[in-house]
């Protein structure tokens, strides 16, 4: 059967960034410099990207088109049997990811409906944030929305890698820019915005220690879905002639804009309206509709906001399926379709304890994190930099002269950099991936 492929260079790049850009830029980011000091983790983050971030995105696209297979297939094919088990580590934390993710994700469906239904509208933070608390802390609700944003993402999935995933963020990735721009307009211009813009661009390096350069690495592995595989998978339908290098700083360049313009968004607003820039997960949910209240057309404005969030979410958890997916129907033949519906139930099942966990089951603990709290730390702190780690390794050292080649397109493109970029991937990143782990868990 004929291996499926993008239709275009841009359609890839969208994918690619589609994939990058998500919750965790526009929910996880601007909380995050909140909670975490603003500039300084700016700073410390943007640096990880565009060295760490950068080379090992180049990395595992490269891996993905030398191989054209899914992550476990690549591995092997690559680097025989013993090096297969980092591509099913990345299987298994595209699973995990994409259970709590969707719950997320369900909420900003939840947020869409309640938005349209105007029942958000004028209501304080205070009383927001009860309505945030009661919504995710309730049972059938929230798992009812995490069961619609798993649909929607199983439908784009199962309708290919064309026509289902480049298609849909084609329309979908100029349409979350236009959205934030417009958001990023209204939000610096409120009065009292400019304390806002200065807590997020000022540094203040007292804030660094070794929980905030861990915090600000597994972020950038997150934001840039690394680790686990997706971008091997989606690099595994790219042609050969498509310039992996400018790709990768292409989908770094979207992603950091992303983020930053999402600070600038959330930040600004935040401190016009005196609101705690350290709130944490809720600042998004809780701050924003408030923010949305006193302003004129907030109504729309926020449909507006949770739209775009929606998007960006949809854009990322395909590519977390799609992982699976691949893996499932080209190692045991399972068409696509099925894989992608059978899949994703699995993955809608895994996500109600996450859900739960806010709730219902608040008390149960695990190493005295609710369960939904164990995943993402899981994921962030230990599974993505492992899986980073290692596949830089797989690249620096095992199979560096197929990656030499992909990244010179078989020597017709030069790389002066390559030298470079090899030891970037030998030494520096798994060293630095490792130094930061160990800080940031002791
Ligand atoms: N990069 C996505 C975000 O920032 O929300 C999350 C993500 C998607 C992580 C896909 C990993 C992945 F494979």
């Not at 919750?23 to 990207?49: C, D, Q, R, S």
């Not at 608390?133 to 890698?161: C, D, K, N, R």
């Not at 701050?287 to 906001?305: H, N, S």
Request: hydrophobic share 55%.
């Amino acid at each position: 059967m004929q291996r499926e492929q993008w239709g275009s260079r841009f359609g890839f790049i969208m994918a690619a960034a589609g994939s990058a850009v998500g919750l965790g830029n526009i929910w996880k980011f601007p909380y995050l410099a909140g909670t975490e000091g603003g500039g300084a983790f700016l700073i410390v983050y943007v640096g990880f990207l565009v060295t760490i971030g950068v080379s090992l995105m180049m990395a595992e696209i490269a891996i993905g088109r030398a191989a054209h297979l899914n992550p476990i297939g690549a591995f092997r094919k690559l680097g025989g049997n013993r090096w297969m088990p980092v591509g099913a580590l990345g299987v298994i934390t595209a699973f995990i990811l994409l259970s709590f993710y969707s719950v997320v994700g369900g909420w900003t469906v939840a947020y869409i409906v309640k938005s349209i239904s105007g029942s958000l509208v004028g209501g304080t933070a205070e009383e927001l944030g009860q309505q945030f608390g009661a919504l995710v802390s309730s049972v059938g609700e929230p798992i009812f929305y995490h069961g619609v944003f798993m649909a929607l993402t199983i439908g784009i999935v199962l309708a290919g890698v064309a026509q289902g995933i480049e298609r849909s963020v084609k329309i979908m990735m100029p349409a979350l820019f236009i959205l934030l721009l417009i958001l990023v307009v209204r939000s610096v211009t409120l009065d009292g915005a400019w304390e806002g813009v200065v807590f997020f661009l000022t540094p203040d390096w007292s804030q660094v220690d070794g929980g905030m350069l861990s915090a600000a690495l597994g972020q950038a592995f997150f934001s840039l879905s690394l680790g686990m595989g997706a971008l091997i998978t989606y690099g595994s339908y790219l042609n050969a002639d498509a310039n992996i290098r400018s790709a990768s700083c292409w989908v770094v360049g979207l992603d950091t804009m992303v983020a930053v313009l999402a600070g600038l968004m959330v930040l600004p607003a935040v401190f016009a309206f005196n609101l705690d820039p350290g709130a944490g997960p809720g600042l998004t949910f809780i701050t924003l509709p408030a923010v949305f209240g006193e302003m004129w057309a907030g109504a729309a404005f926020q449909v507006f906001f949770f739209v775009m969030l929606l998007i960006a979410a949809l854009t990322s958890s395909i590519s977390l399926l799609a992982i699976p997916v691949a893996f499932f129907s080209e190692q045991f033949g399972i068409e696509r379709k099925k894989s992608a519906v059978i899949i994703g139930a699995i993955i809608f099942v895994m996500g109600v304890p996450s859900s739960l966990s806010m709730g219902l089951w608040a008390d149960f603990k695990i190493l005295g994190l609710p369960f939904f709290d164990l995943m993402s730390e899981l994921v962030d702190r230990v599974l993505m930099p492992v899986g980073g780690m290692l596949t830089a390794l797989f690249a620096g050292w095992v199979a560096f002269p197929k990656m030499a080649e992909e990244l010179t397109n078989r020597g017709t493109l030069p790389f002066p950099m390559l030298n470079v970029w090899k030891w970037m991937a030998r030494v520096f990143c798994p060293l630095a991936v490792g130094w930061v782990m160990y800080v940031g868990l002791a």
